[in-house]
């Protein structure tokens, strides 16, 4: 199909490959992308926030080009059972700043933008293309790719591997292995249209200012799960993820979660009268530092979800890939301008860089944290949300109940229903998964 | 609880934007005569409900729906029970907002 040969070549248009691709074509190095959708992403979901420092670093001006929906001034955590919610709002003017720190975005219309901007700086970018294979030579070095388009090969001196979740070449080449299903969560999600005006009355904003919820508790009914709820221009995003061993096990759908997520008397208000014009479903990985595989290698390197390179407690992703895919490019083109050969020694020099970047960093802090979460799915997600929200109902309830018995009767009901011993290992559990 | 009658996922899927592969599913599953727990697990698992069972107790797939999440690749590659691909390029869900 393609005659000439490539420095390097990128699978994938997500967040990771688009940065990766960007960096070496920046660099001078001639490279090709290759994107399975119709155009990049088409196939891509996300929540979305988008981190403004990782992007600055790879775009400096994007506030001005690309398409960003609202700046964040707002993040609430709330914890609901079946009926309430105890939530924590923090707002801040600061963030109302002249280059704001988060933004709401569109992930299927950012990456289109992003794109363009991989393809001014001078890589070459074929959609509708998907790889089918990684080419290897008899030295069983990656030496290259096969796609779908007709049979024939295109070769490079490196691959790098920005597929996804999801990402079948690394794992049928035996790069790395299949993701499981305690490694990741499912999430559907969808796009709810309301006039912008209403937004703004429902979420308390002004202007392009914006808010994000993040919800625990009743609505992933013991599993591993979570919710949220972001405002756009003129959409609100709408999601719950769960993991997919959880969904194995208890036969719970995703649209049932999903459904019943909606109808909650919290969230019901914040969509009521919405245009739905989108269903979307996309895995998280949710594995941690533990389950990051071998990041490199003869010919190859992987960068982004591929490499589970997401941070499931602060709910980042992208900004790891991008970070990754950045990393990734600058040292492959580091051992390029040595002209030196893309051996797993050499291309070492990724995960080196990797390690001290925040995205290792901020992994292996809470490397203990999914097993946690998924191992006492119940207490954390059903068992202290029911508690927690009758606590504060009984605290906040007059009802001539003097104050010390209804703390008494709160205390008992904690008690009751984790005993001394498995409130107190809980408590140690958590602090010693979150140090 | 099981599948609430409430949600018709058809309903939601027609939202989306897709181009069908007509005649070239990206996703198979292997003849069985009875299904495994795998298998039986995709009936609620699967955000599309690509996964029936038809009238001799058996799992089939239709892929016209699907999203491409990799659920039921996560959880039935492993024993054989499907197979699993992406889309030939261009084709399958086209996500307009992601
Ligand atoms: C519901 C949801 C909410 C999220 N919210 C947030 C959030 O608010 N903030 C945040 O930072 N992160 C969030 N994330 C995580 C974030 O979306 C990911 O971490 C990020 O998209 C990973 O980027 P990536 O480039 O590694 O992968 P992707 O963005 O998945 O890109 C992979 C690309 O590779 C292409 N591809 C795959 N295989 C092939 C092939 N064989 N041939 C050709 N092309 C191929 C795909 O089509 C795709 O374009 C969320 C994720 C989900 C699912
Ligand atoms: S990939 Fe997802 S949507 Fe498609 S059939 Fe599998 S589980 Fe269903």
Known sequence: MIEERFDAIVVGAGMAGNAAALTMAKRGMKVLQLERGEY?????????????????????EFREEAPLERHLVEQRFWMMDDRSHVGMHYRSDDFNEERPNRYTIIRAQFDKWFSSKVREAGATVLCETTVTELVRDDRERIVGVRTDRRDGEIRADVVVLAEGVNGLLGTRAGLRSRPKPDNVALAVKEMHFLPRETIEARFNLKGDEGVVIEAAGTISRGMTGMGFIYANKECISLGIGCLVADFQRTAQTPYGMLDHFKQHPSVAPLIAGSEVKEYAAHLIPEGGYKAIPQLYGEGWVVVGDAAQLNNAIHREGSNLAMTSGR?????IAKVKSRREPMTATNLSLYKKMLDESFVIKDLKKYKDMPMLMHTYSQNFFLTYPQLISKALQNFVRVDGTPKVEKEKATLKSFVKARSWTGLFADACRFTRAWR | MNVEPTVRVEDKLYYNRYLVDVGRPHVTVRAHTTPSPQLLALLNACPARCYELNDNGQVEVTVDGCIECGTCRVIAEPTGDIKWSYPRGGYGVLFKFG
């Not at chain 1, 990049?40 to 400096?60: H, W």
């Open chain 1, 40 to 60: 990049p992403g088409s196939k891509n979901v996300q929540g979305a926030i988008l981190y403004a420092d990782m992007m600055e670093k790879l775009v400096p």
């Open chain 1, 327 to 331: 990393i990734a490019a600058e040292a």
